[in-house]
């Protein structure tokens, strides 16, 4: 019974009051404590430098404000100190996943300024498709296998890094970069293909098509995996519309656009190839949508390799191809014209142009306005992740901290396109 006293006591001091009836109806009428808190900017599962400031009743999410901007990229302010040429390296640093996409993005928006887009020579147009679905598939390897990993499938993630260090060593041997490439150039690429490239590349399909048949058999049907997942951080295809999500996240929800197909570009209108849709817009959905965009990635290359032209990867344009070495060494007019081209950069002539290509994770667009010199005036890039990072706080809303994991992961935020 003195038990019984201290303890109502104790409720007394607690509450301040004295005639405490029925203590479950006074908490009840307590309002809950909300808590602030800082996840990132440096969590491992932020895929970047991202603070999101989490406002939480418990464990629930009631408001998360995301505040990208840590990797101080500034690609557009720096595009504008530079020649349309020394724009490629930045590029690279954008989508660092799947790099050579944007180099191809920022050579067609010069392109269609200068009315190069008719006069790219074809091989120089299948080797460009050829990289940019290498990379597609990189990009779609590296977001599945993180993801999972943070999700405890640690197998699965080793096993499709394995597969993405293939593409990343095979991309080494186009460009003699294995991440930053710079490999694209306005009016072509760089250099052609290295010899036996077709039949590494086709034991890396096949190879990879084993390793991707092993982790669906992992994953698909795994019930911590997909309870993880399914119906979590799902979006609406009216909102996905509204927010202007596209690529992965916009078809998982059911949103039938892609730029290769509603807007075809270099020789995808000969390739053929479907464009997978999904129905909830979840973070399952957004996984299922990748896991068949690689493959038909996978299909797209296996078309190219047989297609695959002979010809020039350069266009013979002056305004953009360097005059052979020989001549430049050995004559005064191709000496200077190789000194203005590399010192002063490609001309573009003055206008404005916007160009957009599919990217890793959607639509990639870049917008010049050039003033007729050899560097931009101003250019800005449409970033896919930029856009789609504004819709993370709808997707966090009324979930629990710990789904904050699988919908970061499954947007697939790629920081170096989030700093403006």
């Known amino acids: 019974m003195a038990l019984a006293g201290d303890a109502h006591t104790l409720k007394q001091l ?44 418990g464990e629930k999410i009631i408001k998360g404000d995301v505040q990208p901007g840590y990797l101080h990229r500034c690609f557009e302010k720096e595009a504008e100190y530079a020649t349309y040429t020394q724009v490629f390296p930045y590029t690279d640093r954008l989508n660092y996943v799947s790099p050579m996409i944007n180099n191809c993005g920022w050579a067609m928006a010069c392109e269609k ?10 091989r120089a147009e299948y080797i460009r498709v050829i990289v940019s679905e290498l990379s597609r598939i990189t990009d779609h390897l590296t977001c599945v296998g993180a993801s999972a990993m943070e999700l405890g499938a640690f197998t ?47 034991l890396l399909l096949d190879r990879t098509a084993e390793v991707m048949t092993e982790c669906e058999n992992l994953l698909s049907n795994n019930k911590i995996f997909r309870d993880r997942m399914a119906g979590i951080g799902a979006i609406t295809k009216e909102d996905a519309i509204r927010t202007g999500c596209v690529g992965p996240i916009g078809r998982s929800a059911g949103v039938d656009y892609d730029v290769r197909r509603d807007f075809p570009y270099s020789i995808y209108p000969e390739l053929e190839f479907d464009v997978p849709l999904g129905t909830t817009g979840d973070c399952y959905d957004r996984y299922l949508v990748r896991l068949e965009e690689l493959k038909q990635s996978m299909r797209m290359l296996r078309q190219c390799l047989v297609q695959l032209p002979e010809g020039p990867v350069m266009s013979d344009d002056h305004r953009v191809a360097l005059p052979p070495k020989a001549a430049t060494y050995n004559t005064i007019e191709s000496m200077i014209r190789h000194f203005k081209h590399i010192m002063d950069g490609v001309r573009v002539p003055a206008g404005e142009a916007y160009s957009f290509v599919e990217g890793g994770n959607g639509e990639l667009g870049f917008f010049i306005v050039a003033d007729g010199t050899g560097r931009p005036y101003k250019a800005y890039c449409r970033s896919p992740a930029f856009v789609h990072l504004s819709t993370a706080e709808m997707l966090f809303k009324g979930h629990f901290i710990a789904d904050i994991v699988p919908i970061f992961g499954m947007i697939n935020m790629i920081g170096g396109e989030c700093d403006k």
């Open 14 to 57: 607690v509450l301040g009051r004295k005639d405490v009836q029925d203590l479950s109806d006074t908490e009840q009428e307590l309002p809950p404590d909300l808590m602030t808190v800082n996840m990132g900017p440096s969590h491992p599962a932020m895929h970047g430098t991202v603070r999101i400031v989490l406002t939480v009743d």
């Open 156 to 202: 699965p993630f080793l096993y499709l890094l394995k597969a993405r260090e293939w593409a990343y060593e095979l991309l080494e041997k186009v460009s003699g970069a294995r991440l930053t490439h710079s490999y694209v150039r306005i009016g072509g690429v760089s250099k052609d293909l290295p010899e036996n490239f077709g039949p590494e590349l086709t």
């Open 113 to 122: 300024l200068m009315g190069l887009t008719t006069k790219i020579p074809r």
